[in-house]
């Protein structure tokens, strides 16, 4: 770690730690939870009202919560039914 980056390249670093952090959550999830509970975090963010939710402004928050729908949905749907 004695490397120095520029800010920019320690935001990606940033970015890419929570990805494998939030990647190994998914991984223990998706053995010790049932079915129900992985269907509900899903589901939870898809219930957020954009059309009055402070998110909807920002569209960088905005983006955020469509890509972890996104990847709940990806790691917890079987491959049978993805689509």
């Known amino acids: 770690m004695s490397q120095n980056l520029s800010a920019d390249q320690e935001l990606v670093s940033d970015v890419v730690a929570c ?3 939030i990647k190994q959550i998914l991984d223990v999830l998706d053995v010790i ?5 992985r269907e ?17 402004a920002d569209p960088v928050t905005l983006r955020a919560i469509q ?3 996104a990847l709940i949905e990806l790691k917890f749907t079987p491959q049978g039914e993805s689509h």
């Open 40 to 56: 509900k975090m899903s589901t939870q963010l898809k219930n957020i009202d954009f059309t009055s939710h402070p998110a909807a």
């Open 67 to 69: 890509k972890a729908i």
């Open 33 to 37: 939870t049932p079915t129900e509970v």
């Open 19 to 21: 990805q494998l952090v």
